[in-house]
């Protein structure tokens, strides 16, 4: 079973600072996507990253997928409260009897005090 | 465009209610999903239809009964439903099952 790891799972910070978001696992991922979800709503995709070692970026957020692919990172710069929700990882879970599942990290929950 | 629309947005029932929750997608995706989400969690997989027949069912109670009545609409059938039922319920689509997932904006569910 392929396994995805978020931390922190709680980050409550000021307006201005930046932060990292890690998503690590034991195994291999075609691709990851990072969703960002707001409460009572559906999670948004910011990214997928495919290629080992790729670094993609949507405007103050920096996203990185490591070059085993088996690890990522979301950076944000300069947070806002309007960057306040929950942060999803998530990958195709594999082959097998886990083929059209996606394993989800558990979360980080990111509030942006002004 | 990546949308995947859901209605109703929100839905209060009791637990003799028959309802249905409704999923739409235009993108000539083939694959689709259902998912029920508790608060501050992951989504949990409920069932996955790819090409219009059911793919998988992660063990759902049968008073979750999905349907798939073309490739770009989902439907899921609730009745009996309990308390702990209530949830957020989501729907995504994807190109190919192991493709990037859209996500819907979701049916907030309330049994009472």
């Known amino acids: 079973t392929q396994l995805l790891e978020q931390s922190p799972q709680f980050l409550s910070i000021q307006e201005g600072e930046n932060l990292t978001v890690y998503c690590n696992s034991s195994s291999v991922f075609s691709s990851l996507q990072w969703y960002r979800q707001e409460p009572g709503e559906g999670p948004v995709l910011l990214v997928t990253?495919?290629?080992?070692?790729e670094v993609k970026k949507l405007k103050r957020l920096t996203f990185q997928f490591g070059d085993a692919r088996k690890d990522s990172s979301l950076h944000i710069t300069a947070a806002q409260p309007g960057d306040t929700g929950l942060y999803l990882c998530?990958?195709?879970?594999?082959?097998?009897?886990?083929?059209?599942?996606?394993?989800f990290g558990q979360g980080t929950i990111l509030t942006v005090h002004p | 465009d990546t949308e995947v629309t859901q209605t109703p947005k929100h839905l209060v029932m009791g637990m003799t209610n028959k309802k249905s929750l409704k999923c739409e997608q235009h993108m000539g995706h083939r694959a689709m999903y259902w998912y029920k989400q508790k608060a501050k969690k992951p989504p949990e997989l409920m069932f996955v239809?790819?090409?219009?027949?059911?793919?998988i069912n992660e063990s759902v109670p049968s008073r979750f009964s999905p349907e798939c009545p073309n490739s770009s609409l989902l439907n899921l059938h609730l009745h009996a439903l309990q308390p702990e039922d209530s949830a957020l319920y989501l729907c995504?689509?994807?190109?190919?099952?192991?493709?990037?997932?859209?996500f819907g904006p979701g049916t907030r569910l309330t049994v009472l």
């Open positions: 998530a990958g195709p879970a594999g082959g097998g009897t886990s083929y059209g599942k996606l394993t």
């Open positions: 239809y790819s090409y219009e027949k059911l793919s």
């Open positions: 990253v495919v290629t080992g070692g």
């Open positions: 995504a689509s994807s190109q190919g099952a192991t493709d990037t997932q859209y």
